[in-house]
């Protein structure tokens, strides 16, 4: 058996090494280390509440919109306020130009750049994936970019700026939107949808949304050549490089819910799927403890909910290895993002192909480009259900005591703030991130998290120091490491 510690990652959100042991070309068990600290939850202790819709934007300039988002929501739970319908679609674009954005950015420029490498020289969809994704040099990566830039726009017109966009609020959007800003924005979007249908999936968005099982998605991918857009070419080289066979996911999957629409519900659904038993569940917060055993972070008092969460340094401490606590949900690894809150919601295409290979590198990806075809349409709707000269905001007196909380979907996964206020001041303040979740460590009883377990396995080829299956593994989380060390 062999010891080999990958890292720093490249394409990555921040700081991520990888220990592996390897034994007989397969990864035997995995560590994962988050090695950076930063303490966003102990800057915004005894600040004024409404200071974090300052500060807790710049714990990430790739989801600051989520992060606001969060933290308008656990202000506004604590304030008892609700943003009038306006405000809400508002909020809901901003999200969805972000999370859709980070869809595009993970596959064009994080995820499909690794399959140009000399590895897969020798399969026959190598050379198109050189020329339509080779990093800085595809064809098909820059018009991504392009497209990327001038989709972001939007978020100049909904908001003021991106990152860091100051206009949400915890009763709604601070910047209203006229009648000429709309039919821009709707432009935008169209335009966003076109290098969708042309380039990325070669058919309409409403065609790719509908399919529905995996032989209809076959019979999909049959119906041209097996280039045919982006989209196409990526099922055809995830049967060649069997990504439907690397890292399987825990079973259990948490999807906080997304988009609320004009009756409340939401577009994803809120809740949990359990594989084994085949069906989803509902979410009882009440569940998650954060477990600091393998972290750099006093553990006194064990696993904590949140809302008593601690985060407190200590460097030194024995047997440590990451700077990310264990998010447990009655005791229980869950994973997050796309995959999950598909699988949540309920789309037939994503169960069917999840019930046969589980959670993989080929269910995550497929995920999430299939968010791509789902959200683009309901933004359209969104836009034309604003009320140009209605309300965008909805004011409300702070509380001296309050505790609130804020749940909401990034592009990776769930979210959460919890904020405790006490004497018109922020007492205590505590993160749970998407990649958390995903890359948390060993917990008190030893338990592994959904990446440590998923790299188990992985095969390695004679002389990788950076094996090319453990990147597609990782990447398919697409790892956020500052937010997860906030």
Known sequence: MSRLIVGPFNRVEGDLEV?????GARVREAWVN????????????????????????????ICSVSQSVAAARALADAMQVAPPPNGAIVTNLMLATENLADHLTHFYLFFMPDFARPVYAGMPWHETVRQRFAAQQGEHARQALLARQRWFTLLGTLGGKWPHTQSIHPGGSARAIDASERIRLLARIREFRAFLERTTFAAPLEQIAAIDSEPALAAW?????PDAGDFRLFLTLAQGAALDTLGKGP????????????????????????????????????????????????????????????TLPAPDKADAYTWNKAPRLGGHVLETGALARQLVHGHPLIRDAARRCGATVYTRVLARLLELALVVPAMESWLAALRIDEPYFTDAPLPEHADGTGLTEAARGSLGHWIAIRDGRIANYQIVAPTSWNFSPRDAQGVPGALEA?????????????????QHIVRSFDPCMVCTVH
């Open 19 to 23: 220990r592996l042991d390897i034994d």
């Open 251 to 310: 079973g259990r999957y948490l999807a906080y819910g997304s988009y609320a629409q004009h009756d409340g519900t939401p577009l994803f659904a809120r809740g949990l799927w359990d594989a084994e038993q085949d069906m989803a569940m509902p979410l009882d917060l009440s569940a998650i403890a954060e477990d600091a055993t393998s972290a750099w972070l006093a553990d006194q008092g064990g696993p904590r909910h949140p809302r008593q969460g601690l």
């Open 34 to 61: 988050a090695p950076m600290y930063r303490g966003f939850e102990q800057i915004l202790q005894h600040k004024h509440p409404f200071d974090a819709m300052v500060y807790v934007p710049r714990i990430c300039g």
């Open 454 to 470: 998923a790299l188990v396995g992985a095969p390695v080829r004679a002389g990788e120091t950076a094996p090319v299956s453990v």
């Open 221 to 225: 991918h049959a119906g041209a050549a």
